[in-house]
C-alpha cells in the first residue's frame, strides 16, 4: 500500500468516540432502510412520470450525464488528475489520481457482483419482466446498483478528502450523474441509492483503511443524511403515492412556527457571542438548526419524511455536538468569511422558500 501523503496536507477530521460512531452508524442503517423501502414505492411512478417528459433538452442533459458517469470518463479523470500531480510533484494530486481511481475500481467489481447477482430488470423491461433473483449475465438484467452512481460518488468522495474547498462540486456533478440515470429511463431511485452507498462506503474505508475508517464512515453518515433525507422528501412529495400523511394545514403551521423558533435561537446566540467577543471555550448549540430542519420536514405533511428527519437530526446532533467560533481562526465568521449573522439568515430565507416550494406542491392553487 502506498503511503497517504502527510498529514498536514489533509483536512484535519474531527474526533469522535467509539460509542458516538457505533450509535450513528446503527442510527443510520436505521434510517437508510426506512428510506430505502420507502424509496421502492415511488419507483415505478417515478419512472412513469420521467417517460411522459418528451422533450429534448432533457435528453440532452441526460446524456451529459450519463457520458460524465460512465468508467472510461471517470477513469481517464483519474489519470488526470494523477499526471497533473506528476507533473507538479504535488503529492496531493498524485494521491487523489491514486485513490480515486482505487475507489471507483473497488466499487465496480462490487457493484458489478450485485448486478448480475441479484438480476434487477431494467426499467424498459419493468412491463415485461418479472424480477427474479439470480446470477445471471443476461443483458438488461442489471439494473440494481446504478455504477454511474457508484463510480461517480467513489470518486466525489476522495476528490472532497483530498479537495476539501471544492467538495460542493465533486458531489453536484456526482449527484447530476446520478439523477440523469433516472431522467434517461435508465435506473430507478433505489438503484441510484443504492450507487451511493457503495460508491461513498467504498472511498471511505479506501482512504481511511490505516486510521479510523468506522469514525470516517460515521462522520460522512452525519453531513450526508440530511442531503439524502431532503432528496428523497422533495421525491416523496412529487411522486404519487399510497403514504401516510399529517393534517396538512396543521403540519405547515407546525413546520413554519420551528422553523422561526430555531432560526431566532441561532440568532440570538450568535448576539450574545458577538456582546462578549472573546470566543474563549464558547459553543454555540446546534440543536436550534435541527427545529428548523424538522420544521421543513413537517411542512411536507408526511409521517415518513418527519420520522426519518427527526432520527437523522438526532444523528446530526451526535456528530456534530456544538460549533467554536473560537476554532475559525479568531474570527467571527463561520462559512467562507461571510458574517454569521448573515449566514444564518441565508439558512433561514432558504428553508422558508423550500417550505414555499414544499407548499405549492401539496396546494397548487394556495399560491396561485
Known sequence: MIDQPPSSSLPAPSVLTKHASNLIIALSLLILITLFAATGQVDHPTLDIVHGFTDPLIDQIGDVGNYLGKGLTLVLISLAIGGIGL???SDRWKFAGLYSLLAHGIAALITQFLKHTLSRPRPRLMDTTEWEIR???????DSFPSGHTSGSFSMAMVLAYYFPKWRVLWFGLASFNAMCRV???SHFPTDVMAGLLIG???SLVLVYARKEWKEAIARA???ALPWIVAAFGLLWILVPHPGIDLEPYISLFIGMS???VGLGLRLWWLREYAIAQTG???KVPTWSRLLMGLGLASTTGSAIVV???????ITWWLGTQSESPSQTKGSKNFIAGLNPFLTEAILGIGMFLLALLTLSIRFPSFLS
Not at 446470477?135 to 438484467?141: A, D, M, N, V, Y
Open 87 to 89: 507533473w507538479m510533484q
Open 135 to 141: 446470477p445471471t449475465l443476461q443483458i438488461g438484467l
Open 183 to 185: 431522467i434517461k429511463g
Open 200 to 202: 461513498i462506503g467504498c
Open 221 to 223: 453518515l452525519v453531513h
Open 258 to 260: 420551528l422553523i422561526l
Open 280 to 282: 474563549i471555550n464558547l
Open 307 to 313: 420520522g426519518a428527519s427527526l432520527l437523522t437530526g
